[in-house]
């Protein structure tokens, strides 16, 4: 079980995983040592699922991003789907999927190089797929936000510690 000092490192790594456990002694009231072990057990026992670095908008901002909703068609079956979801899953250019509620069943988002990358990756995955009965593309013009960060509370929101996201 997670305690309120493991809400608070979760919530300060989320922000800057770079950050040492001196660094994060300085916002959590334990010393560097407990720290570092309590990183250790949380990624140990997959509370930390993984750690990536973010590329700056400098390296992304000329590439074409583009939110694609799928509708599947109407009789598709669970075998036919779960084989989609793989295809999508394994595409490097999918970025992330998610299975959603309304008339559409599946939102994700693509990052290509070129318009060209874009048409054979949609092809690809999507217009040669009979479980895909349509989908619609609306293309990124400029990202607003991006914070892929989840607020951890404890019973006491004050001792989840410093939130900047």
């Not at 660094?23 to 140990?44: G, K, M, N, Q, T």
């Not at 699922?49 to 973010?54: D, E, H, M, Q």
């Not at 939110?67 to 598709?76: F, K, R, S, Y």
């Not at 914070?147 to 951890?152: E, K």
Request: neutral net charge; charged residues 25%.
């Amino acid at each position: 079980m997670l305690d309120p000092f493991d809400l608070i490192i979760l919530n300060l790594v989320q922000q800057n995983d770079n950050r040492a456990a001196d660094s994060l002694a300085e916002d959590v009231p334990l010393s560097p040592s407990a720290i570092a072990r309590r990183l250790r057990r949380l990624r140990r026992e997959g509370w930390i699922a993984r750690t990536i670095a973010l590329l700056a908008p400098r390296l992304t901002q000329a590439r074409l991003r583009a939110l694609v909703m799928i509708q599947l068609a109407e009789h598709t079956d669970v075998k036919g789907k779960a084989v989609l979801e793989q295809r999508l899953s394994g595409c490097d250019a999918v970025q992330f999927c998610y299975e959603i509620a309304g008339p559409l069943d599946l939102v994700c988002l693509l990052d290509c190089a070129s318009m060209d990358e874009f048409n054979v990756v949609t092809n690809d995955l999507l217009a040669s797929s009979a479980t895909v009965r349509r989908y619609e593309t609306y293309f990124v013009k400029r990202e607003v936000k991006f914070a892929p960060f989840v607020r951890l509370v404890s019973a006491n929101p004050a001792a989840a510690g410093p939130w900047t996201g």
